[in-house]
C-alpha cells in the first residue's frame, strides 16, 4: 500500500538552530515528490517538486533533497516566520491525478 | 497573479441545512480537487475533475457532490451537513501534461462550521 511517514510531528526550534524534517515514503514507481507548507486556517501553499533521486532544490532558507526512500526538508538558520506545518505528498508513477500526503511536521521556531 | 479563490472563506450552516461551497481558477488547469482537512489531519481527498469527467474516491460519503459548469469553475454541495463534516475545505487544481496530473496548487480553503 503506497504511504507516507513524516518525522517529527513536532518540531521547536531556536531562531538560527538549523535542522531537518524527514518524510518516507513508500509508493509503486514514483512520479513525483512535494512540499507544502500550511499556515493555521490557510490552504497548503507549493514549495517544490521532486522527480527523480538525487534532485535537490533551494528557496530561501529551504533546501529540499530526494533519494529512493525518503525525502528531507533542510531549514537553515530558521526565523519565527518560518514556523508552520510542513507537508510532504507522493504521486504514484500509476495513478497520478492523486496525491498521498503525510500528516505533516508542525515546526515552531522560537526568537 | 493567476490563483486559485475560495468563497466563502468561512461558513456557518445548520445540521441537515445544505451548503454550497465554490472555487474558481484563474490558472486555466484543466483538472480540479477538493479536499476535506480536519485539524491537525492530512487533506482527504472527496474527488476531482480531469476535465469534464468526474472521478468520486470510494470512501466518500454521498452527501457529498461536485459540479464543474467550466473549466473556471467547481462547486461543492454537501445535501445534509451533520456535526462530523465541520472541517476545512480545500480546493486545489494542477494541469494534466501527457496525460498525467502535475503539481497541484491550492486555495485558501473554506472554513466550515455546523451548528
Not at chain 1, 27 to 55: I, M
Not at chain 1, 102 to 109: K, S
Given at each position: 500500500e503506497?504511504?507516507?511517514?513524516?518525522?517529527?510531528?513536532?518540531?521547536?526550534?531556536?531562531?538560527?538552530?538549523?535542522?531537518?524534517?524527514?518524510?518516507?515514503?513508500?509508493?509503486?514507481?514514483l512520479?513525483g515528490?512535494?512540499?507544502?507548507?500550511?499556515?493555521?486556517g490557510?490552504?497548503?501553499?507549493?514549495?517544490?517538486?521532486?522527480?527523480?533521486?538525487?534532485?535537490?532544490?533551494?528557496?530561501?532558507?529551504?533546501?529540499?533533497?530526494?533519494?529512493?526512500k525518503?525525502?528531507?526538508?533542510?531549514i537553515?538558520?530558521?526565523?519565527?516566520?518560518?514556523?508552520?506545518t510542513?507537508?510532504?505528498?507522493?504521486?504514484?508513477?500509476?495513478?497520478?491525478?492523486?496525491?498521498?500526503f503525510?500528516?505533516?511536521?508542525?515546526?515552531?521556531?522560537?526568537? | 497573479?493567476?490563483?486559485?479563490i475560495?468563497?466563502?472563506?468561512?461558513?456557518?450552516?445548520?445540521f441537515?441545512?445544505?451548503?454550497?461551497?465554490?472555487?474558481?481558477?484563474?490558472l486555466?488547469?484543466?483538472?480540479m480537487?477538493?479536499?476535506?482537512q480536519?485539524?491537525?489531519?492530512?487533506?482527504?481527498l472527496?474527488?476531482?475533475y480531469?476535465?469534464?469527467?468526474?472521478?468520486?474516491?470510494?470512501?466518500?460519503?454521498?452527501?457529498?457532490?461536485?459540479?464543474?459548469?467550466?473549466?473556471?469553475?467547481?462547486?461543492?454541495d454537501?445535501?445534509?451537513?451533520?456535526?462530523?463534516?465541520?472541517?476545512?475545505?480545500?480546493?486545489?487544481?494542477?494541469?494534466?501534461?501527457?496525460?498525467?496530473?502535475?503539481?497541484?496548487?491550492?486555495?485558501?480553503?473554506?472554513?466550515l462550521?455546523?451548528?
Amino acid at each position: 500500500e503506497d504511504q507516507v511517514t513524516q518525522s517529527p510531528e513536532a518540531l521547536r526550534l531556536q531562531e538560527g538552530e538549523s535542522s531537518s524534517l524527514n518524510c518516507s515514503y513508500t509508493v509503486s514507481g514514483l512520479r513525483g515528490l512535494f512540499w507544502y507548507r500550511q499556515d493555521p486556517g490557510k490552504g497548503p501553499e507549493f514549495l517544490f517538486t521532486l522527480y527523480s533521486a538525487g534532485e535537490e532544490k533551494e528557496k530561501e532558507r529551504l533546501k529540499a533533497t530526494l533519494t529512493k526512500k525518503e525525502s528531507f526538508l533542510h531549514i537553515t538558520a530558521p526565523k519565527p516566520e518560518d514556523s508552520a506545518t510542513y507537508l510532504c505528498a507522493v504521486q504514484a508513477a500509476d495513478n497520478t491525478d492523486k496525491l498521498i500526503f503525510g500528516t505533516g511536521t508542525r515546526l515552531q521556531v522560537f526568537p | 497573479d493567476a490563483m486559485v479563490i475560495q468563497n466563502p472563506r468561512y461558513q456557518v450552516t445548520q445540521f441537515g441545512k445544505p451548503v454550497t461551497l465554490s472555487c474558481s481558477q484563474t490558472l486555466n488547469h484543466n483538472v480540479m480537487y477538493w479536499y476535506q482537512q480536519k485539524s491537525s489531519q492530512a487533506p482527504k481527498l472527496l474527488f476531482h475533475y480531469y476535465d469534464k469527467d468526474f472521478n468520486n474516491e470510494a470512501d466518500t460519503p454521498d452527501n457529498f457532490q461536485s459540479r464543474r459548469p467550466n473549466t473556471s469553475f467547481c462547486f461543492l454541495d454537501i445535501r445534509s451537513p451533520g456535526l462530523g463534516d465541520a472541517a476545512m475545505y480545500l480546493c486545489a487544481t494542477s494541469r494534466a501534461i501527457l496525460g498525467r496530473a502535475d503539481t497541484q496548487y491550492f486555495g485558501p480553503g473554506t472554513r466550515l462550521t455546523v451548528l
